[in-house]
């Protein structure tokens, strides 16, 4: 991408937003990030209670967790795009907030919101200690066809 290109990529910010949106998509599904994820809440999950009250170590853990997505993130996106601005996509998200809404959103928002964080390593704790029922049982399959 040349130095034009770059110029009107930062002026069409929808544009741009999205093609970072796609970047983080490509990103996040990689297995490369799904294994440090899953890594991070298996070191992290048991400290973690429900309810409001927050322990301090919460703050220690939320602070890994963003600085090491963010950089992971950030790292991907240098290589794909020669004009990556974090300050730019940053900000658009933020203006984008109320009408933005699906998983890779929802992770986003774990690196701006505590509680939204929290809400995850919760849910990720609950799959750990079995809370949650095997979906398979409940499916069955039949033929149209007598």
């Known amino acids: 991408m040349d130095f034009e290109e770059n110029i009107i990529k ?3 910010s929808s544009e741009y937003f999205d093609t970072v949106i796609g970047h983080i998509e490509d990103i996040v599904i990689g297995e490369e990030f799904q294994h440090m994820v899953n890594q991070f809440m298996e070191c992290y999950y048991y400290e973690f ?8 170590i919460y703050t220690e853990i939320y602070q890994k967790y963003t600085n090491m997505i ?7 996106l240098n290589r794909k795009m020669t004009c990556f601005d974090m300050d ?8 984008k907030k109320t009408q933005l809404d699906g998983e890779i ?36 399959v039949t033929g149209l066809q007598k």
């Open 10 to 12: 930062r002026q069409n």
């Open 49 to 56: 209670e429900p309810g409001e009250e927050n322990k301090i």
């Open 70 to 76: 963010e950089a992971h993130i950030v790292e991907h």
């Open 88 to 95: 730019l996509f940053a900000m658009e998200l933020e203006n």
């Open 105 to 140: 959103f929802e992770l986003l928002y774990t690196l701006t919101d505590f509680l939204a964080f929290k809400d995850m390593v919760l849910d990720y704790k609950a799959y750990k200690e079995g809370a949650y029922d095997d979906l398979n049982k409940g499916i069955s």
